[in-house]
């Protein structure tokens, strides 16, 4: 288990990876979806005599959902210079792959994961954002246990970031990292918006970056 960061948190990569720098990072993305419906019983012999009483009880009902992982690459003048999304899996001349989308959110830990060597990034990026948006037509309030992680090159967590992501928006831009000198910085961003593609938050990224 890595270490775990709050809205609004930060932690340079090689001091959450034991004072080592990273060389690649992997970005994962989980979720589960559900809704909750109230099935109503009624005792068999109460129904049977007329004298009982329905009662409601909760069901967990699952769902599929179409969330998509993606990041923006951006320049140290703020210029967004490559898009990584479900449409286009590879990007910043091949130092960033998405492994594919997931349609439903089925199956445990991640349903999506970018891949990012930080060494073969050209030296004008600043940051790489990572988003998710969905895509289906459905927002986040289906969406429960939602959390994006960081791994370094061996597959082991050295992030986690829980995501508060109740509510009737479609976007979450969750956190970026960013170069500082020879290291780089990770940010648990969690900014709410709306957009079901990444293209439709990007300039909501912008603002964010100031």
């Given at each position: 288990m890595g270490?775990?960061?709050?809205?609004?948190?930060?932690?340079?990569?090689?001091?959450?990876?034991n004072g080592n720098?990273?060389?690649?990072?992997?970005?994962g993305l989980g979720w589960d979806a559900y809704v909750w419906k109230e099935e109503k019983t009624g005792g068999f012999l109460g129904g049977l005599f007329g004298g009982g009483s329905e009662t409601g009880k909760r069901v967990k009902?699952?769902?599929?959902?179409?969330?998509?992982?993606?990041?923006?690459?951006?320049?140290?003048?703020?210029?967004?210079?490559?898009?990584?999304?479900?449409?286009?899996?590879?990007?910043?001349?091949?130092a960033i792959k998405h492994t594919g989308d997931n349609l439903t959110g089925d199956g445990d830990g991640d349903d999506e994961q970018i891949k990012v060597n930080?060494?073969?990034?050209?030296?004008?990026?600043?940051?790489?954002?990572?988003?998710?948006n969905a895509f289906s037509n459905v927002n986040f309030d289906i969406v429960h246990n939602a959390f994006c992680r960081l791994l370094d090159e061996k597959g082991n967590e050295i992030i986690r970031f829980p995501l508060d992501s109740s509510g009737d928006h479609t976007a979450i831009v969750m956190?970026?990292?960013?170069?500082?000198?020879?290291?780089w910085d990770f940010d648990a961003i969690g900014e709410k918006c709306n957009g079901k593609t990444v293209k439709a938050i990007t300039s909501v990224v912008q603002e964010l970056l100031g």
């Open positions: 270490i775990s960061l709050s809205k609004g948190q930060g932690i340079s990569l090689s001091k959450a990876n720098a990273l060389s690649q990072v992997t970005m009902v699952e769902r599929d959902v179409d969330l998509d992982a993606s990041c923006l690459v951006i320049d140290k003048s703020g210029r967004v210079i490559d898009t990584i999304y479900f449409g286009k899996l590879t990007g910043a001349n091949g930080l060494n073969s990034l050209s030296d004008d990026v600043k940051h790489v954002v990572f988003t998710v956190a970026k990292v960013t170069r500082n000198g020879n290291d």
